[in-house]
C-alpha cells in the first residue's frame, strides 16, 4: 500500500469503528460494565428497571398497523434515554405514577412499513430522513396509577386525530391535568414532546444519533 493511501485507510477504518458501536445492540446477560458499553449502545430497558409497565403495541396485531411487526416484546434504547427514562420514572414513582411503554426502538424496516400505509409527516415520519424512534431515543408512553389503571389522556394511543395534540382545547379537565402531569415531568427531564401526539417524547440528545436499522434477538 502506497503511503498516499494508508492515512485514508486509518480513516475509513476509524469511521467503520464509530459507525459500528453506535448500531451495537447489547443482549441479555452481557456485563453492564462492560467496555464495549456506551452511551449509544442499544439496551434492554427491562434490564435496567423493573419499574415500568410494559404493552408493546408492535409486537401485537393491536395497532394502526392491524399487523405484528416486532418478532418479541422488549424495550431497547439507547443507553443514555434508558438512564434518562429511568430517572424520569422515579419522579412518577414518587408521585404514585409509574410509566406505561407501547413502543421504543424502531428500527427503519418498520418505519418503512408505516409510512406506506400513513404517508403523513403529522403522524409518522418519513424514513427517507429516519424517526427519532429509528435512533434509539424516542418512547410512546402514557401513565398507570398504583392499581395498574391507565390515566384517561383523551384518546388511545395512535389516534390520528386532532384530538391527540397537545393543544386541542376541547378535553375535559381531567384529561388536561393528566397530559400536563406528564408532559410537565418529561419535559422538565430532559425529553421533548411532540404537538400531535401526547404519547411521545424523545431525548433532547438522541436527535443527534444515527438511524439504526439494527434488529434485536428474541430468545
Known amino acids: 500500500m502506497t503511503s498516499y493511501f494508508k492515512p485514508l485507510a486509518l480513516l475509513f477504518s476509524f469511521l467503520c469503528i464509530v459507525s ?9 446477560g452481557q456485563e453492564r460494565n462492560s467496555t464495549s458499553i456506551n452511551d449509544t449502545t442499544f439496551v434492554n430497558l427491562k434490564e435496567y428497571s423493573q419499574d415500568f409497565v410494559y404493552d408493546m403495541k408492535y409486537a401485537t396485531s393491536d395497532n394502526f398497523l392491524k399487523a405484528k411487526v416486532y418478532d418479541c416484546a422488549e424495550c431497547f434504547l439507547r443507553l443514555k434515554t434508558v438512564n434518562a427514562l429511568v430517572d424520569v420514572n422515579k419522579k412518577f414513582l414518587e408521585k404514585g405514577y409509574k410509566i406505561k411503554i407501547f413502543d421504543c426502538y424502531r428500527p427503519l424496516d418498520i418505519q418503512k412499513k408505516m409510512w406506506k400505509i400513513v404517508s403523513n409527516p403529522e403522524y409518522v415520519a418519513n424514513p427517507a430522513k429516519g424517526s427519532i424512534h429509528n435512533r434509539g431515543g424516542a418512547v410512546d408512553i402514557t401513565l398507570v396509577d398504583r392499581n395498574g389503571k391507565e390515566l384517561d389522556m383523551g384518546t388511545s394511543f ?28 418529561m419535559t422538565s427531564s430532559g425529553f421533548n414532546s411532540f404537538d400531535s401526539e401526547w404519547w411521545h417524547y424523545n431525548l433532547k440528545s438522541g436527535l443527534n444519533d444515527k438511524v439504526s436499522n439494527a434488529k434485536w434477538d428474541c430468545k
Open 20 to 28: 459500528c458501536k453506535s448500531q451495537t445492540i447489547v443482549s441479555a
Open 158 to 185: 395512535d389516534f390520528f386525530g386532532v384530538e391527540a395534540g397537545h393543544n386541542y382545547p376541547n378535553l375535559s379537565e381531567v384529561v388536561k391535568q393528566n397530559r400536563i402531569l406528564l408532559k410537565t415531568i
